[in-house]
Nanobody, 114 residues
Framework: QVQLVESGGGLVQPGGSLRLSCAAS????????MSWYRQAPGKERELVAD????????NYADSVKGRFTISRDNGKNMMFLQMNSLKPEDTAVYYC???????WGQGTQVTVSS
């Protein structure tokens, strides 16, 4: 049974930080590039960042470059998104995704507000 479970979301003030985690099971995590997406209310789901199989290549949306860092631990079947200098416009549900097999997690809510 394939599972992608996100955690680490919450309410944070502007300028604050959060670290999202994605726990994978039921498939060969180390064989799949992975991505973080987000969807804000009333908006399309958008790619935030992605990472290659071994983690050597990463890509970021322009809106998060320099603030967010994607990483993975293939030994633990985990992916992470370190989010710093958060802005109200980062408020969204964040999803992790297996790019090879198009598996999605259920999402975790991130709210940036004072």
């Amino acid at each position: 049974q394939v599972q992608l479970v996100e955690s680490g979301g919450g309410l944070v003030q502007p300028g604050g930080s959060l670290r999202l985690s994605c726990a994978a099971s039921g498939f060969t995590f180390s064989a799949s590039a992975m991505s973080w997406y987000r969807q804000a209310p009333g908006k399309e789901r958008e790619l935030v960042a992605d990472i290659s199989i071994l983690g050597g290549r990463t890509n970021y949306a322009d809106s998060v470059k320099g603030r967010f860092t994607i990483s993975r631990d293939n030994g633990k079947n985990m992916m992470f998104l370190q989010m710093n200098s958060l802005k109200p416009e980062d408020t969204a549900v964040y999803y992790c995704k297996s790019d090879r097999w198009d598996y999605w997690g259920q999402g975790t809510q991130v709210t940036v507000s004072s």
